[in-house]
């Protein structure tokens, strides 16, 4: 949970993200609330997912990175029993607003306070998009950590040439924020070399309008 004191440690980039999205919170979750509706493709990799949750027994599965909570309130809606984990105090409030009966807390991907083990899947919806290079192992170490052998780890992401990252598409209302845009074989080699299975990875419109990456896998 946040302290509402930052650890000097506490890298800029989390820094700097965590401030953006506190700052526009209320109108971010404005811009993505109906989102889903019109993603066809993405609302078929929810579905997937949902289903692949339930044949395995079902379980906790943490939506990390949730933002204002659509992702986690629509795998509820699947029958999943989802909670969010964002990094912006914001997020979570507008969350808990806009989704009352469903868990959301503050948490950074880089340190999730659950145990080993402790999920039946995870969803990094878009959210590892302002992790920089060298620290997309670290986090994807933690995510394996807290699932359980075999559990679900689905991921969405903007696609592109690895290159420095561009400044989120918002009219300057997030100028600290920044997205990185990485080739769907980067992010499967990442995710197999922090020893998952990766089982799909289609590419599709995403979320911004814009050719992004699904990659569904297993620990």
């Known amino acids: 949970m946040s302290t509402g004191r930052e650890d000097p440690e506490t890298p800029q980039w989390l820094t ?3 401030a953006s999205y506190d700052a526009d919170a209320t109108s971010y979750a404005d811009e993505v609330r109906n989102l889903l509706a019109e993603l066809p493709a993405e609302q078929d990799a929810m579905a997937l997912f949902a289903e692949r949750v339930r ?8 939506d990390v990175g949730c933002g204002p909570g659509r992702i986690t309130a629509h795998l509820r809606d699947l029958g999943v029993d989802a909670f969010g984990i964002d ?3 914001r997020m979570i409030e507008v969350a808990r607003r806009e989704h009352p009966g469903v868990h959301f807390e503050v948490g950074s991907m880089t ?33 394996r950590r807290v699932l359980r052998p075999g559990g679900l780890l689905l991921v969405g992401f903007h696609t592109g040439e690895a290159a420095s990252p561009d400044a989120q598409e918002s009219r300057g209302r997030w100028p600290e924020s920044y997205v990185r845009r990485r080739r769907p074989s980067q992010v499967a080699a990442w995710i197999e070399e922090a020893g998952f299975t990766v089982e799909t990875h289609p590419t599709l419109t995403s979320a911004a309008n814009r050719l992004g990456g699904v990659l569904l896998a297993r620990r």
């Open 111 to 143: 340190q999730l306070g659950l145990a080993e083990g402790a999920l039946a899947a995870l969803v990094a919806w878009y959210s590892i998009i302002h992790v920089p290079d060298e620290a997309i192992g670290a986090v994807l170490a933690g995510f």
């Open 87 to 89: 990094l912006s105090p």
């Open 55 to 62: 044949a395995q027994g079902g379980g906790p599965v943490a």
């Open 16 to 18: 700097d993200t965590r």
